[in-house]
């Protein structure tokens, strides 16, 4: 930085340092005007002292700053203790009732014309507070809707696992279902009723004769499915012979006997479908 920069800005801090101090005298001669709440010269005093702030580069200009602020503080609060009103007992309902009509009627002029205010009312802001003091931090919680929680502590409860053992008595089966227990017969069923009806009347018939459809192969091995069920309920048996399969009627006495420990035997066949076609 040059020699004649340094000496401007030299200048400059100078006529800032007597700017202020000429604003401090002034705040403090002008203190009982600046505290009329008639007057706006406070508002004027606060503009000057932000503008000056702004200009301050050295530490004596901050603290004249802050002298003239700590000055205009104090006018402040006397402004707000000289400000009182005719109404003593102020109603909370009233004023929000007040506030309500302005926010939601045509305007400031209409309620002016209807309620005749006049424009040197003052407000007391000391009544207000009195007034509204017992609303401070109120707001609806937990206690406001349920009640007032219970500060009692709960008594722990003490419990023991038990080990179940598993019972050693014996397992209840399902109960079989008879052949007479169905309400309606169904077409295997039927079938199967005729087989066992032919070979008691015949009592010996070539299989080739009761299973086989020369017709329908399917019906062939449904037929065979069918007698399959004769053979395993001990009514029927299939021999060979020279002639071929013979399915025999089994009389209720053979069959007795035949559940004392005969041994049972299986049956293979095969079926050609070219004869059937």
Do not use: W
Not at 58 to 76: C, D, R, T
Request: proline share 2%; aromatic share 6%; net charge neutral.
């Amino acid at each position: 930085m040059d020699a004649e920069s340094q000496l401007e800005k030299e200048l400059k801090d100078k006529r800032t340092t007597v700017a202020l101090r000429e604003h401090l005298e002034s705040v403090k001669g002008s203190r009982d005007e600046v505290a009329d709440p008639s007057k706006r010269r406070l508002d004027h005093f606060f503009d000057e002292n932000d503008h000056l702030h702004d200009k301050s580069n050295l530490i004596v200009h901050q603290n004249l700053v802050a002298q003239s602020f700590l000055e205009l503080s104090q006018a402040a609060k006397i402004q707000s203790r000289r400000l009182q009103t005719s109404l003593k007992n102020f109603s909370g309902a009233l004023f929000i009732e007040q506030l309500n009509k302005r926010g939601t009627t045509a305007g400031v002029n209409q309620i002016e014309e209807e309620e005749a205010i006049p424009s040197n009312t003052v407000f007391d802001f000391e009544s207000l507070g009195a007034e509204v003091s017992k609303y401070y931090r109120i707001a609806p919680s937990i206690d406001f809707m349920y009640g007032l929680q219970e500060l009692r502590r709960k008594e722990r409860q003490f419990k023991r696992t038990i080990r179940h053992k598993e019972r050693s008595g014996k397992l209840s089966k399902p109960e079989e279902v008879t052949q007479g227990d169905s309400g309606e017969k169904t077409v295997a069923d039927k079938r199967i009723e005729t087989m066992d009806s032919t070979l008691r009347k015949e009592k010996n018939v070539s299989l080739y004769d009761i299973a086989v459809d020369q017709g329908s192969f399917s019906k062939s091995v449904e037929n065979l499915f069918y007698f399959s069920f004769l053979v395993k309920d001990g009514r029927a048996r299939v021999a060979a012979d020279k002639i071929g399969y013979q399915a025999t009627s089994i009389d209720p006495a053979e069959r007795a006997r035949q559940s004392t420990g005969e041994e049972s035997r299986q049956v293979i066949l095969r079926c050609e479908t070219i004869p059937l076609r």
